[in-house]
């Protein structure tokens, strides 16, 4: 059974309806590639999806320690490669305000983020710059 069914809706726009959800999103085509840029883009949600999965399996690591990622949240920055026209690099910031002090549970965080399923899925070709400021 498929998990998003997609159409094209015209002018470079798209949705695609998550199945079981029924929650939907809209993506245009940026600015800079012919599109109106008024919705996320699909390179803007790869690299999105790299921030969400890193602290998905993040948060499943700290809920079975009893740690709460509470006050974490993230910056992603996305570089284009000019031609081919992909991704060349996405920066990912965290930032925590009031994070745990046991520097094992940090470093037990940081390597979740770093082994999530949409970092191990990305082409090697795509720079994957994480930054922890905490």
Known sequence: MPTIKSSYLGNLRTTSEHIQSGTS????APVDNNGKGEKFSPTDLVCSALGSCMVTIMGIVAERNQ???EGLTWEVTKIMQASPRKIQEIIV???WENPVTDTAMIQKLMNAAKTCPVALSLDPAIKQTINFNF
């Open 25 to 28: 999103i809209l993506t245009d």
């Open 67 to 69: 740690v709460s990622l």
């Open 93 to 95: 910031d965290f930032h």
